[in-house]
């Protein structure tokens, strides 16, 4: 069975702190793709970035940047110089390939960025 | 290219009622996968259609069906509505393909309450 577990229900910070999202993932297949979704008050779900499990390499676009960690089974999310923009729900989601392409999602992290 | 649209976007019934959801995929998807999110939590996945067939299904009862037309378009059907069935429904189109991963395009919604 797979699992994402984002233990933060709640963040708040002030604008223009960084903020770390948490993630952690069960899984027993080597195949998988792991992801981060942003959720605004509007509903839709934007997707952030995909990752692979072949592919440990760390990124950063612009305020965000992502650590993957296949040891610890981590995929964590940082906002740079958090905006009040960035205020929304962040989901992290799983992938196994195995599966159909079905995602399984975490609880979600709802950040508050005040001005 | 036009985006995963969803239709209605909010919809009130009544317990033990029927709801049609529809969702149009993104131009050139063939596949849909179909979600249910409640408030406060992450969504789950309920089950993905292919080339018209279901093609995966998450923990959700028969009243929960489905359907896909030649053009890729979808309905979410569910009987005998529960007041636990109060949800934003979230479509989500992709291409399935021999290629590694397919993304997920999301919709924007519908949000059922159900009385």
């Known amino acids: 069975a797979q699992k994402v577990t984002q233990a933060q229900t709640e963040i708040s910070v002030v604008e223009k702190e960084d903020v770390t999202l948490d993630c952690v993932y069960e899984?027993?297949?080597?195949?998988?793709?792991l992801f981060w979704y942003k959720q605004p008050p509007s509903g839709e779900l934007v997707f952030l970035i995909r990752r692979n499990s072949f592919d440990e390499q760390n990124e950063i676009s612009g305020r965000y940047s992502w650590n993957f960690q296949k040891s610890t089974s981590s995929f964590n999310f940082t906002i740079t110089a958090s905006q009040v923009v960035d205020s929304a729900v962040y989901f992290c989601a799983l992938m196994r390939k195995a599966a159909g392409n079905k995602l399984t999602f975490g609880g979600g992290t709802r950040v508050l960025v005040k001005p | 290219e036009t985006g995963v649209t969803q239709s209605p976007t909010h919809l009130i019934k009544t317990r033990g009622q029927q709801v049609t959801l529809r969702c149009s995929s993104q131009s050139g998807h063939n596949t849909v996968s179909w979600y249910q999110q409640a408030l406060g939590q992450g969504p789950q996945f309920i089950f993905q259609?292919?080339?018209?067939?279901?093609?995966g299904r998450g923990n959700f009862p028969p009243r929960f069906s489905g359907l896909q037309f030649p053009n890729y378009s979808s309905e979410l059907n569910v009987n005998a509505l529960e007041l636990d069935d109060s949800a934003l429904y979230l479509c989500?189109?992709?291409?399935?393909?021999?290629?590694?991963?397919?993304?997920?395009?999301f919709g924007p919604g519908t949000r059922l309450t159900v009385l």
């Open positions: 989500a189109s992709s291409q399935t393909s021999a290629s590694s991963y397919n993304e997920q395009f």
């Open positions: 899984t027993r297949d080597t195949t998988y793709y």
């Open positions: 259609y292919y080339r018209e067939e279901e093609n």
